[in-house]
């Protein structure tokens, strides 16, 4: 079963890899040839072409349920109900809607944000709308997350945000009994009534119902950096344990009671398997839930059949039930991490000679553990944690056998006993907060985390085999030729521009801008996109992790063009997250904590042979903050970039007073996004860029770029490139003529948009 579950997983892996899924003929003949390959008798051959088909199939129908282009940025009526707790911050509320009814073509299910609600929307609820969508699209940006795949995975058809006129209509409030999500709404508004402000009430509601969305960025870095995410969500270790108790606690009260028509150990079987389902059902069914549920049906179908069961047989069955009900599970880091993280401890502990004591085992578990998931974990985030051993060794009892116990038994009482529910939760809280504590301080020890770069495919080739021989038996011959097979994760450096040349990275920041300029030995950051409430910007959500990707642990240079929140948003979440050395601005005031200096024309510096030139602002100023903003000239022998912030008529003016030709530049970065205030003739004829990269939003409120400035480009012969059709874009003046590529050409999948 393990063989066959494994090629039936990398036929999965493989269909993912697609630029495009392939047309009909193409699947009816891997059909054909399936059916040969049985007729063979070829197994393994077969399960590996069915993991494939599979996948395929699955993925082709997940894109017929999307929304048509001609639907795009029109009014729409639409009635549905709210499925998944809704997410509310300063502005608005999102949440996920199953249509019902509409005027047809529209998908199944569509993600909505509602900005200043006049309503309180909650799960289960029924409403009619008039709303406003757009086909599932997101940033693209090497190692940034990839919001079209998480859309695409959970069958989301498109996003789009309600009307205000006319006025939104609720249908109903009395949600469906059997309604999973009204029951996790039911639990969080008597969580929230129960424990008001109380600091400890968003982990609470994260270890009871799944619903992380009220914790703060700062808690999540603490338990990122202490490697204690998997304690704050529920997942496959808190339902084994829930379910655990449960069994064992139905097992002693059956067997007191005498009933004995029906065995204790069926009773007690199905009870845990019961009490599992509801509580993976709290998580709204994860992946990691799911493949915890099947591995404890399995067992306890076992125990109630009375078959013995191998530990592997029972994850690789678990892994092939999940692949069947969605082969997209492939796509998801938790997917990866929680079954090797189970195959591991199997690996490492079961059919070992003699059986360690309590603190033996869990100190080799963590340590295997530790081990195992570091290379997917530098693979998937770029990260690793020093501290998580030790972390966890503290955190893993205190939250299992503490922390969810008290939480659910609360949780049930509350119903009853709101004041003893009350007194429970204040127990919660006291060990909460110790923990936070502890945490806390060790996500301050220097050296908590290690950054590295995104290591190959081949570096984990070597990695996996490696974490086979370290956790061998004792007695295997030569078991630290298992770390010599890490080394590639720690020694694969990315490629670094030759000195005397450059890259530039136009990152997609949505309607904003951010761009990561490398020469062979420094780094400078061109502005950081947007803000868009406490929890979220770009800084935090695209430029820290295209910096961690490319293996960058230092700024040497971060230049603001100017205030506005599309460019200085991400600021303060990128100084914080990154050493930051220069810091330039033309708003110095709004940076002032970070002691900038002041950007002006006739800066300069050069750095590994490339010239770095400030053209603007002048000296006198300009009346307008756009025109203020930072002008900044990337000169090398094999080419040049001109990155012109928000600037608008007036200062171009001035530019092609005061400098001429020498504005010439191979790559010009359209100057306030392709507003028609901008990228006057003359600057553009000054200038002769042959590529126009232009940072715009998808389908942005202001119309940017304006038809009539990309006609202007048109007339000068430069090729504009937009970053909402592009992703990032990606400039190499490493060699003459310098080269211009863009994300979604060379690394977009199938379900990304084109």
């Known amino acids: 079963m393990l063989v066959f579950t494994l090629l039936f997983l990398v036929g999965a892996l493989l269909a993912q890899q697609l630029p495009a899924l392939p047309a009909g003929e193409w699947l009816m003949a891997g059909g054909l040839i399936a059916g040969l390959v049985a007729g063979l008798r070829l197994w393994r051959v077969l399960f590996f072409l069915l993991g494939a088909l599979w996948a395929i199939l699955f993925a082709m129908n997940r894109l017929t349920d999307r929304l048509p282009e001609s639907l795009e940025g029109i009014n729409i009526p639409v009635k549905g109900v709210v499925v998944g707790l809704p997410e509310q911050d300063e502005k608005r509320v999102r949440f996920d809607l199953v249509v019902s009814e509409s005027g047809g073509g529209l998908p199944s299910k569509i993600r909505l944000s509602w900005y200043y609600p006049k309503h309180e929307v909650r799960a289960g609820q029924q409403w009619s709308f008039t709303v406003k969508l757009k086909r599932p699209h997101g940033n693209l940006n090497p190692g940034g997350f990839d919001y079209e795949r998480w859309l695409f995975t959970e069958g989301i058809g498109a996003t789009g945000y309600v009307r205000n006129h006319p006025a939104p209509v609720m249908l109903s409030d009395d949600p469906a009994w059997y309604s999973i999500s009204a029951g996790r709404q039911r639990i969080a508004d008597q969580l929230s009534q129960l424990l008001g402000d109380g600091k400890s009430l968003p982990l609470v509601k994260a270890i009871t119902i799944g619903d992380g969305n009220d914790i703060r960025q700062e808690q999540w870095e603490v338990f990122r950096k202490t490697g204690t995410l998997h304690l704050m969500v529920i997942s496959g270790a808190h339902i084994g344990l829930v379910a655990g108790l449960v069994y064992f606690a139905v097992l002693r009260l059956w067997a007191w009671t005498g009933l004995l028509t029906w065995s204790p150990q069926k009773v007690a079987a199905l009870s845990a398997l019961a009490v599992a389902i509801l509580y993976s059902a709290l998580a709204g069914f994860s992946i990691p839930t799911q493949r915890s549920v099947i591995m404890l049906a399995v067992v306890m179908v076992a125990i109630i059949l009375q078959h013995n069961t191998r530990s592997f047989h029972t994850l690789a069955t678990a892994m092939f039930v999940v692949l069947l009900l969605d082969p997209l599970a492939v796509l998801s880091a938790g997917f990866w991490l929680s079954f090797l993280a189970v195959a591991v401890i199997v690996y490492a502990v079961a059919g070992r000679f003699g059986k360690p004591g309590y603190l033996e085992g869990t100190l080799k578990i963590n340590w295997a553990t530790t081990m195992a998931l570091s290379p997917l974990l530098l693979f998937f985030f770029q990260q690793v944690s020093l501290i998580a051993p030790l972390a966890n060794l503290i955190a893993v009892p205190v939250v299992s056998f503490l922390v969810v116990p008290l939480s659910l038994l609360s949780v049930l009482v509350m119903w009853v006993s709101p004041a003893l529910a009350g007194n429970l939760f204040v127990l919660v809280d006291v060990v909460l907060q110790g923990l936070w504590w502890l945490l806390s301080e060790l996500a301050d020890t220097p050296l908590s985390v290690i950054n590295h770069a995104q290591p190959p495919v081949w570096a984990l080739c070597f990695a996996i085999p490696g974490i086979l021989i370290m956790l061998a038996p004792v007695g295997m011959p030569a078991r630290w030729l298992g770390l010599v097979m890490f080394l590639p994760l720690a020694f694969t450096e990315p490629d670094r521009p030759e000195p005397g040349g450059f890259r530039m990275t136009l990152l997609d920041v949505g309607q904003g801008l951010s761009a990561v300029v490398q020469t062979s030995g420094h780094v400078l950051v061109y502005d950081t996109g947007a803000k868009f409430s406490q929890q979220s910007d770009m800084g935090r959500s695209v430029v820290l992790p295209f910096l961690r990707k490319q293996g960058i642990d230092k700024i040497d240079s971060l230049i603001i063009s100017h205030g506005d929140n599309d460019h200085i948003g991400g600021a303060e979440s990128l100084m914080k997250g990154i050493e930051t ?8 005031q709004q940076l002032s904590s970070h002691a900038p200096g002041a950007c002006m024309a006739g800066q300069s510096w050069r750095w590994d042979g490339v ?22 000239k990337i000169q090398s022998e094999k080419g040049a970039v001109l990155l012109a912030g928000d600037i608008e008529a007036a200062a171009e003016t001035w530019l092609v007073e005061a400098y001429g030709g020498q504005l010439k530049a191979d790559v010009l970065i359209a100057p306030h996004h392709g507003s028609k205030t901008s990228s006057t003739r003359p600057f553009l004829q000054n200038v002769q860029p042959d590529y126009v990269l232009i940072p715009a939003g998808y389908r942005n409120q202001f119309g940017f770029p304006h038809r009539s400035v990309l006609k202007r480009y048109q007339d000068i012969n430069a090729k504009s490139l937009n970053t909402a059709e ?20 060379t690394e977009s999948k199938y379900w990304n948009s084109r």
């Open 611 to 632: 010239m770095f030139t400030m053209l603007s602002p002048a000296p006198s100023g300009f009346v307008s903050e756009n025109d203020n903003s930072c002008v900044l």
């Open 581 to 588: 050395g220069q810091v330039l601005t033309s708003v110095p």
């Open 726 to 745: 592009q992703g990032a874009i990606f400039v190499d003046a490493g060699q003459r003529p310098l080269a211009v590529d863009t994300l979604r050409a």
